[in-house]
């Protein structure tokens, strides 16, 4: 049973540029969150979604955003990169019926800005 | 959502029962307290949740006294593999589901051998 599996593992980008992460949930999941963890730092919730809307979202610009796909699987956007969003990028899945507090995090996308 | 602080860092020795204590004053009626694990370049692991009193797993013990205000993460003999970030998260369990994770800055465990 594959868990969250989450693309690339690595990026680098240039100031100004745009990026896309993508995100597969743990199989059975219908819930994705995204979070951005900057170095020493706890993760930083970003947006949920759910049966593809955004139904929360955290204190992120809409330079942040994202899609659910049908099959559950998911995208984060970011656009006009700054250096301040060099950062882990993780994703996070979990069942809408379920332990609200049990997600299953992938591996996360390591982003630099330069 | 109620605010969470424990220690930023803490020491052991392998074998050794390591206790990280998390306090949160304004904890409400329906929130649940949580762990999670989280090692170098990976995402968060959950631990272990709980309410009230004592819960065991595999992995951990949590202790949660009467009031509520705080709780203890209990790991038993520690290993050097235990080394990694531990965070408490305290939320509501009746939002349907769609709940977001609030992570604080963690407990930065380090064992020794």
Known sequence: DAGVTQSPTHLIK????????????????DTVSWYQQALGQGPQFIFQYYEEEERQRGNFPDRFSGHQ????????????????????????SSF??????????????????? | LAK????????????????ITCSHNNIATNDYITWYQQFPSQGPRFIIQGYK???????????IPADRKSSTLSLPRV???????????????????YNKLIFGAGTRLAVHP
Do not use: W
């Not at chain 1, 100031?15 to 199989?27: F, H, I, N």
């Not at chain 2, 009193?53 to 013990?61: D, Y």
């Open chain 1, 14 to 29: 240039t100031r100004g540029q745009q990026v896309t992460l993508r995100c597969s949930p743990k199989s059975g999941h």
């Open chain 1, 69 to 92: 796909f049908p099959n559950y699987s998911s995208e984060l956007n970011v656009n006009a990169l700054l250096l301040g969003d060099s950062a882990l990028y993780l994703c996070a």
């Open chain 1, 96 to 114: 809408v019926g379920g332990s609200t507090y049990e997600q299953y995090f992938g591996p996360g996308t390591r982003l630099t800005v330069t």
């Open chain 2, 4 to 19: 969470t602080t424990q220690p930023i860092s803490m020491d052991s020795y392998e074998g050794q029962e390591v206790n």
């Open chain 2, 53 to 63: 009193t004592k819960v065991t797993n595999e992995v951990a013990s949590l202790f």
């Open chain 2, 79 to 97: 290993s050097l593999s235990d080394t990694a970030v531990y965070y408490c998260l305290v939320g509501d369990m009746l939002s349907g589901g």
